[in-house]
């Protein structure tokens, strides 16, 4: 969708970034887009690492408003965040657990109107 979908197509470093995301294992990256409820764009910096699940790869990725001064990240305690999940194994399994716990609730409400009020 992003690289097919004409309203990013104004944004050719929204699709490039989103190309180093799906190429690389881990990275930071910044992009422009709308800001949410706008016609405006805003500069957003974007975070991402890598978890293997289930023999899937599946990318972390956290986006928040860019610092206005060059591209030093905006967000330190994000970057130490991210820094720790990369080098630690016992927190990729825990995220690993999370994500494979989502998943199944995400497939079992697929399968049943889950969102439906008791009678």
């Not at 104004?10 to 799906?22: H, N, S």
């Not at 990240?73 to 494979?100: A, G, Q």
Request: proline share 8%; glycine share 6%; charged share 20%.
């Amino acid at each position: 969708m992003l690289f097919t979908d004409p309203l990013y197509q104004p944004f050719p470093k929204l699709i490039a970034l989103g190309r180093r995301i799906a190429a690389e294992p881990s990275g930071t990256g910044f992009y422009s887009f709308f800001k949410e409820g706008t016609d405006r764009p805003v500069r957003k910096e974007a975070w991402w690492v890598s978890l293997t699940m289930h023999g899937m790869t599946w990318r972390l990725v956290s986006i928040h408003p860019a610092s206005v001064e060059g591209d030093d990240p905006s967000y330190p305690l994000l970057s130490s965040f991210f820094s720790t999940i990369k080098e630690n194994k016992s927190i990729r399994w825990l995220i690993s657990i999370i994500m494979s716990k989502l998943l199944a609730f995400f497939e079992m409400s697929q399968r049943t109107d889950i969102w439906q009020k008791a009678p």
